[in-house]
């Protein structure tokens, strides 16, 4: 019998997730409108000022390196990290098996 | 609907792109499914090309044969053959 | 890789294909590119290289002591970019208020955004390098 409690709880569960997106989807601004939240006053300073702001043509290296240039240093940090971690994974295991 | 040749042209890649996403599932051999990857990675830049977006091209030519190719390569490589 | 044909075309391709993934990178604030994907250009060539001439042969294009320093010193390089603006009295990582533009359009505008852009592109392929040979060495 617990077990088909279970079941039904996760079932309910299931259902109240699944109304609460769909509720949540109908909320969404229409896709594509003008009048959108994301359709603000940031993406037009920066489309109207980025080559007075930086000097730079390329709209897309302004922001990375310029707006942005806090995210692209951790990104940097992030690509440092990753390689630090396969060196430890493969070349530690690596070391340990000449050991042997 | 006044298509131009320019249209029809997309569609044909897209197509394109259909057709090697399926062969990859359906290819046994690992090395020819990346082969088939890298065909449909040149095929996605030209498409990025289409819209007027050369930055994403040359990432995705860049990255896609790069990145996901070469990793894969390494995995065909290093794998240990199933007999 | 045995064949002939490969490795004489890899052998002759590997100085352009170099060439442009520097040009990519220097020329990352001027034209479409970015430093992201002109260091990816740099380090397929020697990908691409090693895959073909074996792992031996690609290490002497980019030793393991070049790769340990660029490993390093191309996020210390960035972090250094961001202190010219502190040491003037201004934010971290500030391009406009600390130094001169530049006109735009020329190889030497964007102020430190071209600096920034080398160091993160030799970080890219350096990474990527690395990552393959360590990667490549696990089949031994």
């Known amino acids: ?100 | 609907m006044g298509l131009t040749l320019a249209d029809y042209g997309t569609m044909a890649m897209l197509f394109m792109l259909i057709v090697a996403s399926l062969a990859m599932y359906f290819i046994r051999d690992l090395m020819h499914a990346v082969i088939v990857y890298g065909a449909y990675t040149l095929v996605m830049a030209l498409i990025w090309l289409q819209m007027n977006t050369p930055d994403l091209a040359i990432t995705e030519a860049a990255a896609g044969i790069g990145m996901t190719v070469m990793m894969m390569v390494v995995i065909y490589r290093t794998s240990r053959k199933e007999e | 890789m045995k064949d002939f044909v490969l490795r004489r075309v890899v052998a002759l391709l590997l100085p352009f294909i170099q060439m442009f993934g520097i040009y990519v990178i220097m020329h990352g604030h001027t034209s479409p590119g970015g430093a992201f994907a002109g260091g990816m250009v740099v380090g397929l060539g020697v990908i691409g290289f090693s895959t073909v001439f074996g792992i031996e042969q690609g290490k002497t294009k980019m030793p393991e002591h070049v790769t340990t320093i660029t490993e390093s010193y191309g996020t210390l390089w960035y972090i250094l970019m961001g202190l010219v603006g502190i040491f003037k009295g201004l934010p971290f990582l500030a391009n406009k208020l600390a130094v001169d533009v530049g006109v735009p359009g020329e190889l030497t505008s964007g102020g430190l955004i071209g600096l920034i852009g080398v160091g993160v592109g030799i970080r890219v392929a350096s990474t990527m390098v690395t990552l393959f040979f360590t990667m490549m060495e696990e089949e031994a």
């Open chain 1, 1 to 100: 019998m617990g077990k088909y409690l279970r079941l039904a709880f996760i079932l309910i569960l299931a259902l109240l997730t699944g109304y609460g997106v769909l509720v949540t989807v109908a909320e969404l601004p229409p896709y594509g409108a003008d009048t959108n939240l994301t359709y603000n006053q940031v993406s037009e300073r920066y489309i109207n000022g980025a080559l007075e702001d930086t000097g730079v043509p390329n709209m897309v290296t302004a922001i990375v390196l310029d707006y942005r240039a806090y995210d692209t240093m951790f990104e940097t940090i992030v690509l440092f990290t990753a390689v630090i971690a396969v060196l430890i994974t493969l070349k530690g295991a690596q070391e340990e098996g000449d050991r042997k």
